[in-house]
């Protein structure tokens, strides 16, 4: 090239840099490929633009620009690195061996090299070429976790595990004190079917390192696939109690005892364990989270309570252990709790539907409506695909516009409800009754309340309300038949069924039997005008 253009050539490169710097990449290919016009040897610009073409993943171009630029300067090890990551892309494995050659010519004592070059054997299923850049890099570096790893892959691919347990044995002999070479043989042997061999391996190792959760957990593994189920259980239990031992690895433990419930052993091994957790681990929340769990799932709501309430006190940050302990509150009738936790929960997670769902239910049970329909209205505009949850919500809404004399919006809101789920049983139960009550759509109220009985059968409230909305068409025998069936499944034998008893039997023309059955449930606590007029008038008032 004359001055004139190798003037040319640096502008035009460093105009390109610059295009490049901006991220201005077609107007900087562009430039870089004008220079490698005016000078095909250019190396620098033959690099930069297969680097572009690969960000465009264009690794055939980018393969043979790189392959021109090495040739030009085969001292630089970014052009060869880059190579080798087109050679990979491209499935040119074969052509790497020489990539490699070349890197390790211009860095001798670099491992990764190596490696790199081992790997590519390995690909290529050379695996003693790979053997020997192994025993290369081991003059470098001497004995390493990774050398080990990686011979293990190669012996066991071709199938010589008397080769890698040799290797192993080697390990061990070298340096006694180290339980992961005991851990990696024990492994190698239980993954070949010589459980026999681990077993031994793992004694050895117990009795070096008695305290190892590692080798108590192997020894589990070894002990369960010789079907000594108690023996590994022990296992279990000893590793679980150490507290250095990883709880995360604890955790997923006990849940792998999931799959097997409703089995009572298994169910009780998990609760064991997690319990042992909790001792291991006190000041570790998840402990206390996964114990509960374990307590819910064997129905011991009481002791599960507590360890979510010792959870949250641990970490607050844990929204799931919050849900799981005001349910169980509302479940105990804890309705206090259920508002304390539940708003306390609200004030680090407010956008939670089901927490806003759970905690107006709980205002709902306490009767302070107008609270309620606040938090249940935000659980309906913060949730719009959880089914269960908006017909549960808009069914509770019902509940409270009801208690509130909106009867409007009660039926707007159980019609909502059943929307997104016809067969809501509550829903449809309540909307009957409510209906009945007013003497509204009874028909509707017929058809939703015999439903709800088909769906949950020996529910005496359902079945008194199927009796009522009998009564109220007028159907006296129906309703006889349904309050009998409704007194035969209340085990309380409440003050209300009765009353309805007597009112049937009144228009069933037994007046005796309606007096009667008004007096005892008077005599069960209905303390109201109406009941006493009807006993004292003898008829039916509504």
Same mark, same amino acid.
């Given at each position: 090239? %004359?001055?004139?253009?190798?003037? @040319?050539?640096?502008?035009?490169?460093?105009?390109?840099?610059?295009?490049?710097?901006?991220?201005?990449?077609?107007?900087?290919?562009?430039?870089? $490929?004008?220079?490698?016009?005016?000078?095909?040897?250019?190396?620098?610009?033959?690099?930069?633009?297969?680097?572009?073409?690969?960000?465009?993943?264009?690794?055939?171009?980018?393969?043979?620009?790189?392959?021109?630029?090495?040739?030009?300067?085969?001292?630089?090890?970014?052009?060869?690195?880059?190579?080798?990551?087109?050679?990979?892309?491209?499935?040119?494995?074969?052509?790497?061996?020489?990539?490699?050659?070349?890197?390790?010519?211009?860095?001798?004592?670099?491992?990764?090299?190596?490696?790199?070059?081992?790997?590519?054997?390995?690909?290529?299923?050379?695996?003693?070429?790979?053997?020997?850049?192994?025993?290369?890099?081991?003059?470098?570096? /001497?004995?390493?976790?990774?050398?080990?790893?990686?011979?293990?892959?190669?012996?066991?691919? *071709?199938?010589?595990?008397?080769?890698?347990?040799? *290797?192993?044995?080697?390990?061990?002999?070298?340096?006694? +004190?180290?339980?992961?070479?005991?851990?990696?043989?024990?492994?190698?042997? +239980?993954?070949?079917?010589?459980?026999?061999?681990?077993?031994?391996?793992?004694?050895?190792?117990?009795?070096?390192?008695?305290?190892?959760?590692?080798?108590?957990?192997?020894?589990?593994?070894?002990?369960?696939?010789?079907?000594?189920?108690?023996?590994?259980?022990?296992?279990?239990?000893?590793?679980?109690?150490?507290?250095?031992?990883?709880?995360?690895?604890?955790?997923?433990?006990?849940?792998?005892?999931?799959? *097997?419930? #409703?089995? #009572?052993?298994?169910?009780?091994?998990?609760?064991?364990?997690?319990?042992?957790?909790?001792?291991?681990?006190?000041?570790?929340?998840?402990?206390?989270?996964?114990?509960?769990? @374990?307590?819910?799932?064997?129905?011991?709501?009481?002791?599960?309570?507590?360890?979510?309430?010792? +959870?949250?006190?641990?970490?607050?940050?844990?929204?799931?252990?919050?849900? *799981?302990?005001?349910?169980?509150?509302?479940?105990?009738?804890? !309705?206090?709790?259920?508002?304390? =936790?539940?708003?306390?929960?609200?004030?680090?997670? #407010?956008?939670?539907?089901?927490?806003?769902?759970?905690?107006?239910?709980?205002?709902?049970?306490?009767?302070?409506?107008?609270?309620?329909?606040?938090? !249940?209205?935000?659980?309906?505009?913060?949730?719009?695909?959880?089914?269960?949850?908006?017909?549960?919500?808009?069914?509770?809404?019902?509940?409270?516009?009801?208690?509130?004399?909106?009867?409007?919006?009660?039926?707007?809101?159980?019609?909502?409800?059943?929307?997104?789920?016809? =067969?809501?049983?509550?829903?449809?139960?309540?909307?009957?009754?409510?209906?009945?009550?007013? /003497?509204?759509?009874?028909?509707?109220?017929?058809?939703? +309340?015999?439903?709800?009985?088909?769906?949950?059968?020996?529910?005496?409230?359902? $079945?008194?309300?199927?009796?009522?909305?009998?009564?109220?068409?007028?159907?006296?025998?129906?309703?006889? %038949?349904?309050?009998?069936?409704?007194?035969?499944?209340?085990?309380?034998?409440?003050?209300?069924?009765?009353?309805?008893?007597?009112?049937?039997?009144?228009?069933?023309?037994?007046?005796?039997?309606?007096?009667?059955?008004?007096?005892?449930?008077?005599?069960?606590?209905?303390?109201?005008?109406?009941?006493?007029?009807?006993?004292?008038?003898?008829?039916?008032?509504?």
């Amino acid at each position: 090239m %004359t001055a004139t253009d190798s003037a @040319m050539v640096k502008q035009l490169f460093f105009s390109a840099l610059s295009a490049k710097t901006i991220e201005n990449t077609t107007l900087a290919s562009e430039l870089f $490929e004008r220079v490698t016009q005016l000078d095909p040897a250019n190396d620098a610009s033959l690099y930069e633009l297969a680097i572009l073409k690969k960000t465009k993943n264009n690794y055939a171009d980018a393969q043979t620009l790189l392959e021109k630029a090495v040739t030009v300067n085969p001292d630089n090890e970014w052009y060869w690195t880059a190579l080798a990551d087109c050679y990979e892309k491209n499935n040119g494995i074969d052509k790497l061996d020489n990539v490699f050659n070349e890197l390790i010519r211009i860095h001798p004592d670099k491992p990764d090299y190596y490696y790199d070059k081992a790997n590519a054997f390995f690909y290529l299923n050379k695996y003693d070429d790979a053997l020997k850049v192994y025993d290369k890099i081991e003059e470098l570096t /001497g004995p390493t976790d990774d050398l080990l790893a990686n011979r293990q892959k190669i012996y066991l691919k *071709q199938g010589k595990v008397d080769l890698a347990a040799q *290797q192993l044995e080697q390990m061990i002999t070298a340096d006694p +004190s180290q339980i992961k070479y005991y851990l990696f043989l024990a492994q190698l042997y +239980s993954s070949n079917n010589f459980t026999d061999k681990a077993l031994k391996v793992l004694l050895s190792a117990e009795k070096i390192k008695p305290n190892s959760g590692l080798v108590h957990l192997a020894l589990a593994d070894v002990y369960r696939d010789k079907k000594n189920v108690e023996a590994s259980y022990n296992e279990l239990t000893l590793a679980f109690a150490i507290p250095d031992l990883d709880i995360e690895q604890k955790i997923k433990i006990v849940l792998g005892y999931l799959p *097997q419930f #409703p089995d #009572p052993n298994a169910k009780a091994s998990a609760l064991e364990l997690s319990r042992i957790l909790t001792v291991a681990h006190p000041q570790d929340a998840k402990a206390y989270a996964i114990y509960g769990d @374990m307590l819910l799932q064997n129905e011991k709501l009481k002791d599960a309570k507590a360890m979510y309430q010792k +959870s949250v006190a641990l970490n607050s940050q844990v929204y799931e252990v919050q849900e *799981q302990l005001v349910r169980i509150e509302l479940g105990d009738n804890d !309705i206090e709790g259920a508002i304390k =936790d539940g708003e306390n929960s609200l004030s680090l997670f #407010p956008n939670q539907a089901w927490m806003n769902y759970l905690v107006g239910v709980a205002w709902l049970q306490k009767k302070d409506y107008h609270k309620a329909v606040g938090y !249940i209205k935000n659980a309906t505009s913060l949730e719009l695909q959880d089914k269960d949850l908006l017909s549960q919500s808009f069914s509770s809404l019902g509940d409270c516009y009801h208690d509130l004399k909106d009867n409007k919006s009660a039926y707007e809101a159980y019609d909502k409800a059943l929307t997104y789920n016809a =067969d809501n049983a509550f829903t449809l139960n309540n909307y009957a009754y409510y209906l009945s009550l007013t /003497g509204e759509q009874l028909d509707k109220a017929e058809k939703m +309340s015999k439903r709800s009985n088909e769906l949950q059968p020996n529910n005496a409230s359902f $079945e008194d309300t199927y009796a009522w909305v009998l009564f109220k068409q007028k159907d006296y025998k129906g309703a006889k %038949t349904w309050i009998d069936k409704a007194l035969a499944n209340d085990t309380t034998k409440s003050a209300g069924k009765i009353e309805h008893y007597g009112d049937i039997l009144f228009y069933l023309g037994d007046v005796d039997g309606a007096v009667d059955n008004w007096k005892k449930a008077k005599d069960k606590g209905d303390k109201s005008p109406v009941l006493e007029r009807k006993i004292n008038e003898k008829k039916y008032i509504e």
